[in-house]
């Protein structure tokens, strides 16, 4: 993430160190991590969240917009959807708000991008500088991309309460990436083997440095202590078409390998992950990563501009393991000012289950169950490790994975969201499973 962003989650009153780890919880899922620690979805005080008034059938008539979306969406998403059909124009693209629905915590909004004039948006659309009021923002996500039209389908999701419920909110979209492109398999040329026995200089990284990490180093930028890192710019590796970013330093530090990489300002948000292979082509992913600056002299300031990747591997052979990456780069951002406004309703309430469960790092205290998935909120810090499984079992004998995990960890405070596919019926719910434990839902 660039000094440039202020990112991640953006302009939002959130401690540094909660920035990385929000987006890597939201980005859980997927394979790639992203390097920005603050993209700018902002997050503000509670939102206005319960499910919508109404369903599909009300005013879609007159929303051509929405029956498009309905086509696009599963059809229980579809039915408590609220149409919405308002407009902003800038720069040759039309944004729309198409339809929206929330629960107690969480918003979910449909937002399409049109480029009328243009070849600007494509399938790797990717918001970048975006504000909800009243509502804690949490990410977007291509829907779908109708090249014909050029018009980009995204969902928004954001987080917040229902103290703001029938009010109404402003959603601005400031700037967006396109272009996308991913660098895979990047292999590293070095030879780790005659690494391990070289010795490097180091400094002292103090947390005030650092906009975000992840991983095992968590309990460190937590707690406030000094983090020993490579010196910068040491040795320097390019790696085969790659313009955006190089390796700026490799070596062993107590053990354990260290590959601190350097990013480019001149590539909006580029960002990936390193990685090692053995002859089995098995995966070792690195246990910790830590993001920070480095000004002209040498020394370490706040930014994020470097991202120091950390493996626990003293049990390997390093003459057989290969050093690589999967990066992403962004050849196209786009500056604008979209924004409207819309009133989101409540018709559902959520219900509280009692649980309590200590998972290590942190101990779950509550469970609350909205027609959106299932939150747990408790006391300690959620790691990126922490492996929960979550699933809800119905009444007619179903059951259904929530394998979509948004987590925040603030002062020593959990929130831990597993995301439905689809609307959940709360009335038909028999009972949550977390980690084979089965924990019995009253009507």
Do not use: C
Not at 108 to 126: A, E, F, H, P, S
Not at 173 to 189: A, N, T, V
Not at 191 to 217: A, C, F, H, M, R
Not at 352 to 369: C, Q, R
């Amino acid at each position: 993430m660039k000094n440039k962003l202020k990112e991640e989650l953006e302009q939002i009153e959130i401690p540094k160190e909660l920035h990385m780890r929000a987006k890597l919880g939201v980005e859980k899922a997927k394979s790639e991590q992203p390097r920005r620690t603050f993209k700018k979805a902002i997050v503000f005080p509670a939102a206005a969240v319960l499910f919508l008034i109404g369903s599909a059938g009300v005013g879609a008539a007159t929303f051509p917009s929405f029956n498009h979306l309905l086509s696009l969406v599963s059809p229980d998403i579809a039915l408590f959807l609220q149409p919405i059909e308002t407009t902003s124009e800038d720069k040759g693209i039309k944004m729309k708000v198409v339809g929206a629905m929330n629960d107690d915590e969480m918003a979910v909004i449909y937002v399409t991008m049109q480029d009328l004039t243009g070849n600007r948006l494509d399938k790797t659309l990717d918001l970048y500088d975006y504000t909800l009021t009243d509502g804690h923002m949490f990410n977007s996500q291509i829907v779908n991309y109708d090249k014909d039209t050029n018009t980009a389908t995204l969902r928004i999701q954001a987080n917040g309460g229902t103290n703001f419920n029938n009010k109404k909110i402003k959603l601005r979209i400031s700037s967006f990436l396109s272009q996308r492109y991913k660098h895979e398999g990047i292999k590293i040329d070095t030879d780790l083997s005659e690494l391990k026995n070289k010795n490097v200089d180091t400094i002292s990284l103090s947390t005030d440095s650092t906009s975000g990490g992840g991983g095992e180093i968590t309990d460190q930028l937590d707690t406030g202590e000094s983090i020993e890192i490579l010196k910068p710019n040491e040795t320097i590796l390019s790696l085969p078409k790659i313009k955006f970013m190089h390796v700026s330093n490799i070596g062993f530090v107590n053990g354990q390998l260290h590959v601190q990489t350097k990013w480019s300002d001149e590539d909006i948000d580029s960002h990936g992950d390193f990685y090692l292979v053995d002859p089995s082509g098995k995966k070792i992913n690195a246990a910790s990563k830590v993001y920070y600056g480095v000004d002209k002299s040498g020394k370490t300031v706040y930014g994020n501009n470097y991202v120091e990747y950390i493996f626990n591997a003293n049990n390997e052979d390093f003459s057989k393991l290969k050093l690589m990456g999967d990066l992403v780069s962004n050849g196209n951002f786009t500056k604008g000012n979209w924004s409207t406004t819309f009133k989101l309703h409540s018709v559902e309430n959520e219900k509280s289950v009692s649980f309590n469960e200590d998972f290590g790092s942190w101990k779950a205290t509550k469970m609350t169950l909205s027609s959106l998935g299932v939150t747990l909120y408790g006391k300690g810090h959620f790691k990126d490790t922490d492996n929960i499984k979550m699933s809800v079992k119905m009444n007619n004998g179903s059951s259904q994975s929530l394998e979509s995990l948004q987590n925040f960890s603030d002062n020593k405070s959990v929130k831990a969201e597993f995301l439905s596919s689809s609307p959940l019926d709360l009335s038909n719910i028999k009972a949550i499973n977390v980690n084979g434990t089965h924990i019995k839902v009253s009507r």
